[in-house]
């Protein structure tokens, strides 16, 4: 099992571009997340979803969007970028909600100039 | 809603020696409670985890943390550091949703 691949692993955007950032998971995970690492502030939740064509806003939503089409993609979509989210972001699956581990993927830096 | 203190940012340790990363929580229902650990440019790994079942629980690459509900406190240990123990590691607590403390980075000299 691969367990939780993103894509890309960097990038750096101009103010205004858009872009989606790609995650997938290979365990039949029902819930997914994406997270965002800033330094010094640990993991903020940006997103999750608990199955497939379910989504809900977490503690940090503003300016991104997601979809969950399949049980193995939850991708993140920025569509005007801001340098407010340069930042790292981590996607994340686990097979039941919250009492369970979660497996991350290896991170996608972005930066925003 | 819950929330999780982790009391330092930067721990220092010489090899051999004891580790103590301290984590304080809230929360208004029982929670459950996690350590997970990154090296850097990796995603996080999970060390061990609480879910209300013994109070001393034992994580991989020896470590251990002990749920103390008097003292709202989860505290992970290690007797003897290793050079490779070296990463930052984050207390999370889980009722509602999950939240994840700031981190702290441990730091381990020959």
């Known amino acids: 099992n691969a367990g939780v691949t993103q894509t890309p692993k960097f990038r750096i955007l101009k103010i205004g571009q858009s872009m989606t950032l790609q995650c997938a998971q290979d365990m039949n995970h029902n819930y997914m997340y994406w997270y965002r690492q800033d330094p010094g502030m640990g993991l903020k939740l940006i997103y999750y979803s608990v199955g497939a064509g379910i989504t809900d806003k977490g503690e940090v939503p503003n300016g991104y969007n997601v979809s969950r089409s399949t049980t193995e993609d939850f991708p993140l979509r920025l569509e005007l970028a801001a340098p407010s989210q340069t930042s790292v972001y981590f996607c994340a699956s686990s097979y039941q909600g919250d009492y369970n581990e979660q497996f991350f993927g290896p991170g996608t830096r972005l930066t925003v100039l | ?110």
């Not at chain 2, 990796?42 to 609480?50: A, C, S, T």
């Not at chain 2, 020896?62 to 007797?79: C, D, I, N, Y």
């Open chain 2, 1 to 110: 809603a819950q929330s999780v203190t982790q009391l330092d940012s930067h721990v220092s340790v010489s090899e051999g020696t004891p580790v103590l990363l301290r984590c304080n929580y809230s929360s208004s229902y029982s929670p459950s409670l996690f350590w997970y650990v990154q090296h850097p440019n990796k995603g996080l790994q999970l060390l061990l985890k609480y879910t209300s079942a013994a109070t001393l629980v034992k994580g991989i690459n020896g470590f251990e943390a002990e749920f103390k509900k008097s003292e709202t406190s989860f505290h992970l240990t290690k007797p003897s550091a290793h050079m490779s123990d070296a990463a930052e590691y984050f207390c999370v607590v889980s009722d509602t949703d999950m939240r994840f403390g700031a981190g702290t980075r441990l730091t381990v000299k020959p």
